[in-house]
């Protein structure tokens, strides 16, 4: 079964960047789809961005505007987020998940994921 390990978490200045890893104990290009989630308390979880294995091709969401990049090292079987701009919003448990099967849903809802991290903690606080 596949385990995941987010890491990189911690305090940030608002303004400041951070770097996600999620490290996958097999091979991620097995798997559909890989993605990046987070969780503030009171609020539901929310897509931050993701990437399809096959091609590539990765998806953001849009209220992020391209502060937040997902990428990957199929090498080191690790999925990365780089997080740029950083505001006190962005404040809350991040999840990287990975997805098996194709479904209608694109890569960035939640709901079609099968394995998921047990989450690193993003502080944006001065």
């Known amino acids: 079964q596949l385990q995941l390990v987010e890491s990189g978490g911690g305090l940030v200045q608002p303004g400041g960047s951070l770097r996600l890893s999620c490290a996958a104990s097999?091979?991620?290009?097995?798997?559909?789809?890989i993605g990046w989630f987070r969780q503030a308390p009171g609020k539901e979880r929310e897509g931050v961005s993701c990437?399809?294995?096959?091609?590539?091709?990765?998806i953001h969401a849009d209220s992020l505007k391209g502060r937040f990049t997902i990428s990957r090292d199929n090498a080191k079987n690790t999925v990365y987020l780089q997080m740029n701009s950083l505001k006190p919003e962005d404040t809350a448990v991040y999840y990287c998940?990975?997805?098996?099967?194709?479904?209608?849903?694109?890569?960035?809802?939640?709901?079609?994921?099968?394995?998921w991290g047990q989450g690193t903690q993003v502080t944006v606080s001065s």
């Open positions: 998940a990975a997805r098996r099967l194709r479904t209608f849903r694109l890569c960035l809802s939640g709901y079609d994921y099968d394995y």
């Open positions: 990437l399809y294995n096959s091609s590539g091709y990765t």
């Open positions: 097999e091979f991620t290009l097995d798997y559909y789809a």
